[in-house]
């Protein structure tokens, strides 16, 4: 038998070349592990030189040598002492000397020093050994980095190679130092105190001093905004400057900065919201552009986020009237510091709802709009009006309403109706119904992926798959929102709005919010759920019937039933006749002097209550309202007249009979009661619209135009008809556009004709003959002397 073989098998080549490669790196970390302890230890010994160094400046050490004197100086001194006379001592002094010249310290201590008189031999020990140590110059040891390189590879061996490079540790000290030289001449070339200044060099001086921070504000902002990423620490400074502690121009210069800052943010900010990065992200290693990038989102962030809390501290100090102890800025400064705050806050409100804390600035401002200060409850309020209109997805609108529902509730309804107002101007056209028969509707199923492998065929699922790709492709390049996000979102939005309103509705009606929520309920009536109708009609009827309301409340409460029956409540079958009787009984209380924006609302009524539910009308109620508005036209301004007339025109299309109120005839019995409030009951087919006759010499042209149209039965074609441009107009589109707001008048008036005449006839020949006659006589008969009558 052969000899035995080793279990053990042979390494190969891979696996050698593993195991070379580990024993490179190990070989690699223990030279770097020990260059480390090497420069550890020199910096040790530089820490303790530097303290031996210390140390001895200290403690001045006592002389390290002492001379022994010469025998011939010993004999001299000796002689001197003996020759010298004792009988002027006594025998206690020559004691006390004795004992003196026995201590030795006494002779050998160095005065010069500050120590104590019996000091340790162990300290001096020390003293003397740290000064030792001191060398004569002490050598400048630079740290040095060590950077590996490349190994070489030998037929014996793997040479691994390194350079060494000297690290600049005190550079940014250097530059400090360097920078306070500077600092601490301008501070011993300082100006005299104002103290000293008469009044018009303090303000030379001031305007001087104004200038520069100018200069630099706008240095330092024009250096941000042209390069960003490498800029982002002028930021910080430009934000110390909002701490300004020069008295004469803080305030000045705090609000230059506070709008310089708002500038600079509006430029640099993306247009994407940024999302700090997890764990994850950050350990995992990125491009230099992508790490430059990344550092300078952070730093953004954080920075935008000081300069809120900035703005926010700047309002906070004003609201709760605190005084700062430095007094750089008086107390009455604070009011428009604040205002500038609130300006800035509002600016970016509006420029950048998509960035960071824009909710965070949205909880600042919501309370600020019921503010007793009218120029900061305005300035919010219009900021928020235009950010309702500017908002086309509603997140942001829905966390601005969120806020206000809770501040209302938390102030027990005392709040500003402007508050509530702005709500108004929300953008919301469509939104999710709980009993919507889409909803209800079967879905229509899609196919699965076996479905689609049953019954397509190879070919067309490859082209179905190419479809959806496209489609998806398309949707990513248009960049629209989901409009199921935004119907979802809208929904709830309205939601909290009509919790609002019925909240007011049922514990503060005496409210100053009243008008306001009636005014928004008629808005938002379309998009009321059925399931609230009964409650709201019996609620609105109260309010009504209560006399407490004003015409405009009154008004806004029928338009918002009627707004209800002609939209989903159209297949309910109700017969509001109350609320016809109280706009039958308005009417009559609106004239000239009254605010003419009533006029919007009552042509918004008729619109629901006789065009859209003409069906449910009858003649008798179309003609008292006929009669009436012909009586209302009379007494109102030239727009509202027009308008008014431009309704009566619809209803007589909507009801050809009411062309018996053009006659004489009387038809019935009975008389018209003129006084009743009561459309059903008060004979409005026996009157006649004489009305018409007297609005045909009205001073302003289309009224003229309107009622010799109706006083002709309203027909479509012939002489009397109306051009397309008064035709095909609503009455509240003619409303609008002879309006009468910016005191103009449409059309415009002619200019008056000149009165010249081709023939001047001179005296008499003016006259008539017989008139002339009897002047003449007159004349003749009698001497006027006009002298007579004076005293």
Request: charge should be positive; include cysteine.
């Amino acid at each position: 038998m052969g000899p035995l073989r080793s279990k053990k098998r042979r390494p190969t080549f891979r696996r050698l070349l593993k195991t070379s490669g580990m024993k490179l790196e190990n070989k690699l970390k223990s030279r770097q592990l020990k260059q480390q302890n090497v420069a550890k230890k020199q910096r040790k010994e530089q820490k303790r030189l530097r303290q031996a160094m210390k140390g001895a400046a200290l403690q001045v050490p006592r002389p390290l040598e002492t001379y022994r004197k010469r025998p011939d100086e010993e004999d001299e001194e000796e002689e001197f002492l003996e020759s010298l006379p004792s009988d002027m001592m006594d025998e206690e002094d020559l004691k006390e000397m004795t004992a003196m010249a026995r201590k030795a310290s006494f002779i050998t201590r160095d005065l010069s020093s500050c120590g104590p008189v019996h000091s340790s031999k162990t300290k001096n020990a020390d003293v003397v050994r740290s000064y030792e140590k001191i060398p004569r110059k002490m050598a400048k040891m630079e740290e040095k980095e060590v950077i590996q390189l490349l190994p070489i590879k030998d037929k014996d061996r793997v040479i691994p190679r390194s350079i060494e490079r000297a690290v600049k540790q005190h550079q940014e000290e250097e530059e400090e130092e360097l920078a306070a030289i500077p600092e601490q001449e301008e501070d011993d070339e300082a100006p005299p105190s104002h103290m000293e200044l008469t009044p018009e060099e303090r303000e030379q001086f001031r305007i001087q001093t104004l200038n520069i921070k100018k200069q630099r504000i706008a240095s330092m902002a024009s250096a941000i905004i042209s390069d960003p990423l490498n800029n982002m620490k002028r930021v910080k400074e430009l934000r110390g400057m909002m701490m300004e502690a020069d008295p004469s121009v803080a305030v000045s210069v705090r609000k230059m900065v506070m709008v310089s800052l708002m500038e600079v943010f509006k430029d640099i900010a993306p247009t994407y919201r940024i999302r700090p990065l997890t764990s994850a992200e950050k350990n995992t290693k990125v491009k230099k552009e992508t790490q430059q990038l990344r550092e300078f989102e952070e730093s953004l962030v954080s920075q935008y986020k000081f300069y809120l809390e900035d703005l926010e501290q700047t309002i906070k100090d004003w609201k709760q009237k605190k005084r700062k102890r430095s007094q750089v800025v008086s107390f009455q400064s604070y009011r428009g510091l604040a205002e500038v705050s609130v300006r800035c806050l509002c600016e970016l409100l509006l420029s950048m709802p998509h960035f960071n804390f824009h909710n965070n600035i949205i909880v600042v401002l919501v309370p600020l709009m019921n503010d007793p200060l009218k120029k900061v409850s305005d300035m919010c309020c219009d900021a928020f009006r235009k950010l309702f209109q500017e908002d086309r997805v509603g997140g942001a609108s829905l966390a601005t309403v969120r806020v206000i529902s809770g501040l209302t509730k938390s102030l027990n309804y005392n709040v500003r109706p402007e508050m509530l107002r702005t709500l108004l101007s929300l953008r919301i056209k469509e939104v999710e119904m709980k009993k919507d028969l889409e909803a209800t509707a079967p879905k229509a199923k899609f196919m699965t992926n076996k479905e689609k492998k049953k019954n397509l065929s190879r070919m067309q699922r490859k082209w179905k798959k190419a479809e959806e790709k496209l489609e998806k492709e398309l949707l990513e390049a248009e960049a629209s929102e989901s409009k199921e996000k935004k119907t979802k979102l809208h929904t709830e939005t309205l939601n909290i709005i009509f919790l609002i309103y019925f909240r007011i509705l049922k514990k503060a009606q005496r409210s100053v919010l009243l008008p306001a929520v009636l005014e928004g309920l008629a808005n938002f009536a379309h998009l009321i759920n059925l399931e609230f109708f009964d409650d709201l009609l019996n609620v609105l009827q109260n309010l009504i019937q209560s006399g407490n309301l004003t015409n405009r409340e009154s008004l806004h409460c029928i338009q918002t039933v009627f707004t209800i029956l002609s939209g989903q409540g159209d297949a309910l079958n109700i017969d509001p006749l109350n609320f016809y009787s109280q706009l039958y009984k308005i009417l009559l209380r609106l004239h000239a002097g009254a605010p003419n924006d009533d006029i919007i609302i009552v042509l918004r009524c008729l619109d629901a209550m006789l065009t859209r539910r003409r069906k449910q009308v009858t003649l008798q109620r179309a003609m008292a309202f006929f009669k009436r508005l012909s009586v209302l036209s009379l007494h109102v301004l030239p727009n509202a007249s027009i308008g008014i007339l431009a309704a009566n025109r619809a209803t007589m299309h909507s009801f050809p009979k009411c062309d018996f109120l053009l006659d004489n005839e009387i038809q019935g019995s009975g008389f018209y009661l003129m006084e009743l409030d009561e459309p059903e009951h008060c004979n409005a087919q026996n009157t006649a619209l004489w009305e018409l006759h007297t609005l045909q010499r009205h001073f302003h042209p289309v009224v003229r135009r309107f009622a010799g149209h109706l006083s002709h039965g309203a027909p479509s074609d012939g002489s009397a008809a109306l051009s397309m441009e008064f035709s095909r107009r609503s009455p509240l589109a003619l409303f609008e556009d002879y309006s009468v707001k910016d005191m103009t008048f449409n059309p415009p008036v002619a200019l008056p004709t000149s009165k010249k005449k081709d023939q001047f006839v001179v005296g008499m020949a003016l006259l008539d003959d017989r008139l002339q006659k009897q002047a003449d006589s007159i004349l003749s008969d009698t001497h006027m002397d006009f002298t007579a009558t004076r005293h």
